[in-house]
């Protein structure tokens, strides 16, 4: 079946410092990868779209600035959270959509548990 | 507009006995169902989906749902509870003609007790 990795699964980091968080598609070309956030105990919230090639969509009230998103292959996508803070502090989980599939159907990642003392 | 209501954030059961995790969507198009499991700190697995074929779907590890149409329901049962089927269950709805997102239920929290 279709393989998402992430990389780092986890990350503590200083305030103020810069990290990156890798997701990956490791059998199938994905045009399209999705970014999301999960707080404790609650649901994904899609926080962009990104597709190979071209600018990310942001969905409303998450600042682009701050969370950069990079698509430069077909199997690549990096977020990368600028002058993380403590808030910033999450479960951040990557999906990919396969170029040739079930139009609808995402991949997930295993998560990336990022802690910003 | 794309909505799913997971009616229970919590439901406990017995090992062995059923288990029924409710949903129900609303979609202005012919929606895409999902019922995905997060174990604890792990990324999402995919349990089973409906893509108007068969609404009776089954899934992975004996888990079951039925899509109806007119209920607005796809809920997801398993016959018998296993311990390790303890975890968070998202119901998730998507359409075609309302682009690629998929829209996540608030969670169902699954406790088995031996």
């Known amino acids: 079946g279709a393989v998402v990795s992430q990389h780092p699964s986890r990350v503590i980091c200083k305030s103020g410092t810069s990290v990156k968080i890798e997701c990956r598609s490791l059998?199938?070309?994905?045009?399209?990868m999705f970014w999301y956030r999960q707080f404790p105990k609650q649901s994904l919230m899609l926080m962009a779209t990104?597709?190979?090639?071209?600018?990310?969509?942001?969905e409303q009230g998450v600042e682009k600035d701050k969370f950069l998103i990079n698509h430069a292959s077909l199997t690549l996508s990096t977020l990368t959270v600028t002058s993380a803070h403590p808030e910033d502090s999450s479960f951040y989980i990557c999906s990919a959509r396969e170029s040739v599939s079930s139009y609808n159907e995402q991949f997930f990642g295993p998560g990336t548990r990022l802690t910003v003392l | 507009a794309q909505s799913v209501t997971q009616l229970d954030s919590h439901v406990s059961v017995s090992e062995g006995t059923p288990v029924l995790l409710r949903c129900n969507y609303s979609?202005?198009?012919?929606?895409?169902l999902f019922w995905y499991v997060q174990h604890p700190n792990k990324g999402l697995q995919l349990l089973l989906k409906y893509t108007s074929a068969a609404t009776l779907v089954k899934g992975i590890n004996g888990f079951e749902a039925e899509f109806k149409k007119s209920e607005t329901s796809f809920h997801l049962t398993k016959p018998s509870a296993h311990m390790s089927d303890a975890a968070e269950y998202f119901c998730?709805?998507?359409?075609?003609?309302?682009?690629?997102?998929?829209?996540f239920g608030k969670g169902t929290t699954l406790s088995v007790s031996s």
């Open positions: 990104s597709n190979e090639g071209s600018k990310a969509t942001y």
């Open positions: 979609s202005s198009y012919s929606p895409s």
């Open positions: 059998d199938f070309q994905a045009t399209t």
């Open positions: 998730v709805v998507s359409a075609r003609q309302a682009g690629t997102a998929l829209i």
